[in-house]
């Protein structure tokens, strides 16, 4: 498009404008496939986002500002789609676990900051494909096809959350115009990235926690061939339930999140995916309080009860039990923004991050070194 230099000036920095808003539209829509269990679903009640406001990291504590600027609301973003269930709507909480998947409910999970912090920072529009059933695990339900059978397991079980990721994301992309009708068809789209979070149901099998690793590797592989896309980046959380220290208590959950950092060290995937620990964003003291007595050996609740602060503290910051990283808003917070970090770093938009960083944590064992 020519702009004429004979026009007044504010007609030509109205075109330049509208021009330029034509060009932004035109790149094709950038599109972030979020998978996993019962936590990438999300089961933080949307009144603990507000926790966050308490943390005594003055710079986390700012975030509440970002996510509720106004002191009432919490933040949408019309730049930014998310598609889960049967809601295709703009960004904004609601989009957790929830009774009913055809409308939005008063949960978040990872999704909310996620898609927040990568809508900031691109200039296309964003969109969000969020499949997190409850209860399952990558070794029967999400394995990929490469993984091969598993004796004993019907083949309809067998994959079968895996079939149903694919048939929801293909659906979605057949229907883009149906589900959002500002997509922009001669644009297209480019499926950019993958989002893992999971691992809770693989604890409870010994097969599934020892092959964790090469399943997840599995996975990714799969997913990159179906969708033709070999240069998909992919993140996966690091199941963090109960926090950092339950390694050094629990074995099964040291194999499950062994097998998740695994990735990191798979030759072909270095620079294009990456494991991230989830653990150390949990509040230290929720997981001080909530793991006292096997954990936390130095309290013992039945001789130091909860005091009244401690009480109203978990009634402010909790809404769901342990398993789903107590329903904690300022957790979910926390690490959708990591996950978004790290896909940006991963994308080559590292210089787009925005303080505080929240993926360079390390692992008990190579912390300890």
Request: net charge neutral; no cysteine.
């Amino acid at each position: 498009m020519i702009i004429s230099h004979k026009l007044p000036g504010l007609l030509r920095t109205a075109l330049l404008l509208a021009t330029l808003a034509f060009q932004a539209e035109a790149k094709p829509l950038k599109v972030f496939i979020l998978a996993g269990q019962s936590n990438m679903d999300g089961q933080a009640a949307v009144r603990t986002i507000d926790f966050i406001g308490e943390d005594k990291d003055p710079a986390r504590a700012a975030l509440l500002k970002v996510f509720k600027p106004d002191g009432k609301n919490y933040v949408t973003r019309d730049d930014v789609w998310v598609a889960n269930g049967g809601v295709n709507d703009k960004l904004q909480t609601g989009f957790g676990g929830r009774k009913n998947y055809d409308k939005l409910g008063e949960k978040i999970g990872p999704e909310y900051a996620f898609g927040f912090y990568v809508g900031e920072a691109l200039d296309e529009q964003v969109l969000l494909i969020k499949y997190g059933p409850g209860g399952q695990s990558l070794y029967v339900n999400f394995r990929p096809p490469s993984a091969g059978p598993v004796e004993g397991v019907q083949p309809e079980v067998l994959g079968a959350q895996y079939r149903a990721l694919v048939g929801i994301v293909h659906d979605t992309l057949k229907n883009l115009k149906q589900r959002f009708p500002a997509y922009d068809e001669k644009a297209g789209y480019e499926i950019a990235g993958f989002v893992w979070f999971q691992g809770y149901n693989d604890l409870f099998d010994d097969k599934g926690r020892k092959e964790y690793g090469a399943n997840l590797v599995h996975l990714i592989k799969d997913l990159r061939k179906e969708f033709k896309t070999p240069d998909m980046k992919a993140v996966v959380g690091v199941m963090g339930v109960n926090g950092v220290k339950v390694e050094e208590v629990n074995d099964k959950q040291r194999e499950v999140r062994e097998g998740q950092r695994f990735v990191n060290t798979v030759p072909e995937f270095k620079g294009n995916v990456k494991a991230i620990e989830s653990a150390p964003l949990l509040h230290p003291d929720i997981i001080a309080i909530k793991t006292a007595g096997w954990v936390n050996k130095e309290r013992d609740l039945d001789t130091k009860p909860l005091t009244d602060a401690e009480t109203a503290m978990l009634g402010r910051a909790t809404s769901d039990k342990g398993f789903h990283y107590f329903g904690e808003g300022r957790f979910f917070i926390l690490l959708g923004k990591a996950f978004a970090d790290t896909m940006l770093e991963l994308s080559g938009n590292g210089n787009k991050v925005l303080p505080p960083k929240l993926n360079d944590f390390q692992p008990p064992a190579a912390a300890a070194k």
